[in-house]
């Protein structure tokens, strides 16, 4: 059964610092890795999608990582802003089906 | 009205009441989705349906109904709800196949079971 963890739970940073979230899969089998953003009580808007035989994928500041054999993935955002304040969210597609299983999300807070 | 909508925003209904929740997409999609996501839990598929066919059901209890009449509008009917199904629902497209596309988000129903 795939399971999805997200370290950290919440992070605080200063504004203007790097940081870097992390998200593992318990079964590397998977069709594609989605990273998301959620504002307090609002929907998800999607940040960046990887797909299985992809590595990485970059829009801005935020850039992707995806290394399935260890069943890992990290999206890094630089020069964070106070506007990237929201939880993020990891989500795994397994191949076949139509299931995508989510992380509990990192609720990330940037200090102006 | 572009996106993916969904009525009402907000719902409060007694364990006796039926109500019905709303989606609707303009994307052209094939494929819609129902998740509910409570404080403190990961995000739970519900159902998910395809060219209108219902394709998974996520072992819903029954007082959840969905109702897919066309590509482009989604509903899930409640009854007899109990304060535990208190949550947001939120409601997804997405245009399958999906290896290269992904799933556009409503901005979901706070719904709050008294």
């Known amino acids: 059964k795939q399971e999805v963890t997200q370290i950290p739970a919440a992070l605080s940073v200063p504004e203007g610092e790097n940081l870097v979230l992390n998200c593992s899969f318990t079964d590397s089998a998977i069709y594609n890795l989605q990273w998301f953003r959620q504002d307090p009580g609002k929907g998800l808007t999607s940040l960046l999608l990887?797909?299985?035989?992809?590595r990485e994928q970059t829009s801005g500041r935020l850039n992707a990582s995806l290394d399935k054999s260890s069943g890992r993935s990290t999206l890094y955002i630089a020069a964070s802003q106070p506007g990237d304040s929201a939880t993020y969210l990891c989500a795994v597609r397994p191949p076949g089906g139509f299931k995508t299983i989510f992380g509990a999300g990192t609720r990330l807070f940037v200090k102006a | 009205e572009t996106g993916v909508t969904q009525t009402p925003r907000h719902l409060v209904m007694g364990m006796t009441n039926k109500k019905s929740l709303k989606c609707e997409q303009h994307?052209?999609?094939?494929?819609m989705y129902w998740y509910k996501q409570s404080a403190k839990k990961p995000l739970e598929l519900m159902f998910v349906?395809?060219?209108?066919?219902?394709?998974e059901n996520n072992s819903v209890p029954s007082r959840f109904s969905p109702e897919c009449p066309n590509s482009s509008h989604l509903f899930l009917h409640l009854h007899t709800l109990q304060p535990e199904d208190s949550a947001l629902y939120l409601c997804?497209?997405?245009?399958?196949?999906?290896?290269?596309?992904?799933?556009?988000f409503g901005p979901g129903t706070r719904l709050t079971v008294l």
């Open positions: 990887i797909q299985s035989s992809q």
């Open positions: 349906y395809n060219f209108k066919e219902q394709t």
């Open positions: 994307l052209g999609h094939n494929a």
């Open positions: 997804a497209s997405s245009q399958l196949p999906e290896s290269t596309d992904t799933q556009y």
